[in-house]
């Protein structure tokens, strides 16, 4: 693996564990097996290092849904509009689930111009707007109203089940989703 993805690779797995601005840089080093003088041959900084993680992560979980959503092509519009739960969902179910990290840097700093926060709100933005087309293209009258509830909806579920950590708040969620989504095409009808 190259040098600049193990370096990618250790921030996922550190911030994930135990956020953003907890880790210090010689435990990133340590993990991926780098020296500082290769770090910076990389990165800038390690705020730099931090939005570029976080941005691998918004593309990961763009392209979950991306791909989870060009499965569910042939089912009907409400099935298409859920698969932007499930890529979510996968994420619940996979034992490194450490709640979303984009919401977790948004977060975690009370600097609004703190760099990975920056970088947070752009990747959620990225989102929206993605939920926003996916509702467009199937129809529903005001996709950006339905994207921005939408991703409340995914937001809480994601929160719901980092804190409480069973499935109870997703399904709740997910059955959320399902009647604002039953409303939203009954209101484009």
């Given at each position: ?12 797995d550190?911030?994930?564990r ?7 840089l010689?435990?990133i080093?340590?993990?991926?097996g780098?020296?500082?003088?290769t ?9 730099d ?13 763009h ?5 989870c959503?060009d ?33 977790g ?12 926060r ?5 990747n ?5 707007h ?27 579920s ?20 399902e009647q ?10």
């Amino acid at each position: 693996m190259a040098t600049h993805e193990r370096l990618i690779k250790a921030g996922l797995d550190l911030f994930h564990r135990h956020g953003i601005h907890p880790v210090g840089l010689d435990r990133i080093l340590h993990q991926a097996g780098v020296t500082k003088t290769t770090f910076y041959n990389y990165f800038e900084s390690k705020e730099d290092f931090a939005c570029a993680v976080i941005d691998r992560f918004g593309e990961e979980i763009h392209t979950r849904i991306q791909l989870c959503v060009d499965c569910a092509h042939g089912s009907g519009v409400k099935q298409h509009l859920l698969a932007i739960f499930d890529a979510w969902d996968e994420l619940f179910d996979h034992d490194s689930f450490r709640g979303c990290m984009l919401v977790g840097a948004g977060v975690a700093s009370g600097d609004i111009y703190d760099p990975a926060r920056e970088a947070a709100i752009k990747n959620k933005q990225a989102l929206l707007h993605t939920y926003e087309e996916i509702a467009a293209q199937v129809g529903i009258r005001n996709p950006r109203r339905f994207a921005t509830r939408f991703g409340l909806l995914v937001d809480g579920s994601l929160i719901a089940r980092h804190i409480y950590g069973d499935r109870n708040e997703v399904e709740e969620a997910r059955k959320m989703a399902e009647q604002l989504i039953d409303d939203s095409l009954a209101n484009s009808a």
